[in-house]
């Protein structure tokens, strides 16, 4: 994982991609980048996490929105063609810099094809929401089934802004989508297993247009998490996926065609840590819930 400090990539309280320093950006970037993988000729996936800011007008964040519209005099079309010019000559520069400096990385941009978290409707999600309008527009409505993500009413319109970014699919070896679960039990198996295909799928989509235009996708790798993302209640009590959500992440990225599973995790290794985000808690739910599945 190459993550967004490593770099001096543009960000909500930075300077705007239209104005940030480009050459800054990688060469802070390359320094980094010979720490973070000190063999020169390590080989396997290096997943940029610079989420945020992010490569399409909509999918970006309502404060970079509203900062690149000041900027542009109020002109929504010149800000949108400014803004995602200028974020495209940086996710360029940056997936370059990674190849140039570690030639064996197949690398991947995290998140992309944008996903759609699935949330139980309860009112703290409503709470939520209001808070965070952009997070729940019709791409990213409660719930995991059927009428949600890429099954949903915003599917089409999601679809129509990934179809803009042929330059991204073309140019990453490895298309790297996220699937994260929040709290169990709200809705069935098989609604949570369609949520999970379709995001899949729509990867294994745009990696398949690439191969057609000769870019350099080559694989599809699910990201997955083995704990809910309760982003509500940020992470207090973290909880791992039951058997049949564990399952389904696991098998129904295979089942739609991708080529591999990646486990994220951040775990807490300090001595006397306690709880299920520790070492000790993920061998434990491993051994005896993972393993079985696979």
Known sequence: YIYGNMGAYPSDVGPLPQHA???HHVDVLARNLA?????PDFSGLCVLDFERTRADWNSTSPVMRARSLLDAGNDTSLAIVQYESAIKTFMMATIETVRQVRPGCQVGWLNYPRS???????????QYCAAHP?????????G???GTGYLGPGAAAQRAFNDKLHWLWDALDVITG???MTVGGETTVADTAAYVHSHVAEAVRLQQGSQARGGRSKLVVSVTWLLYDDVVDHQKAPQFLSASDATVVLSQPLAAEADGVLLWGHLNSSLGATGNNTVAAHNT??????????
């Open 116 to 126: 759609s978290y699935p949330h139980a409707v309860t009112p703290q999600w409503d």
């Open 134 to 142: 952009d997070i729940c527009w019709g791409f990213n409505k409660p």
């Open 144 to 146: 995991d089934g059927p």
């Open 35 to 39: 720490s973070l993988i000190p063999s």
């Open 285 to 294: 739910y491993l051994q005896k819930t993972v393993a079985p599945i696979v």
């Open 178 to 180: 996220v699937i994260y």
């Open 21 to 23: 320093n480009l050459s």
